[in-house]
């Protein structure tokens, strides 16, 4: 069994490309809580709408969550060095706060008194 459940925050504006198909895929890391102050960095893709979604919906800081499979994969870099990524396949996409939740949240990101946030979230 392979499925992968994951709640977190963008770590840059996902970029929507096309394969020369004309398939639609996204690539993007996704932070993802592990402690308080301590947080993975999970490589992602998304295909077909699930990556127009995300392409066209989502934002550097947006939280979203996804569901997918664990893949590694290798190629050959520019100098012929065999290399291996892991990622995950998303498989589903659910957006967690809508576009004003998280315009506020980048804008109050701290409260009056310079505290964090009540979700205790480092990003």
């Known amino acids: 069994m392979n499925i992968v459940i994951l709640i977190g925050r963008l770590v840059a504006d996902p970029e929507l490309k096309y394969t020369q198909g004309g398939k639609a895929f996204s690539r993007f890391t996704l932070a993802v809580s592990r402690t ?3 947080a993975d ?3 992602c893709v998304a295909w077909e709408k699930d990556a127009e979604l995300i392409g066209d919906y989502t934002k550097k800081g947006n939280k979203i969550g996804i569901q997918g499979r664990l893949e590694v ?3 050959e870099d520019s100098s ?3 290399r ?4 995950v396949v998303v498989t589903r996409v659910e957006l967690l706060e809508s576009k004003t939740q998280s315009e506020k949240s980048n804008v109050n990101s701290f409260s009056q ?3 964090i946030e009540d979700d205790g979230f480092p990003f």
């Open 36 to 38: 308080r102050q301590d």
């Open 41 to 43: 960095f999970i490589n």
């Open 73 to 75: 994969r290798s190629y």
């Open 80 to 82: 012929n060095l065999k």
């Open 84 to 87: 291996r990524i892991t990622e």
């Open 113 to 115: 008194k310079g505290d």
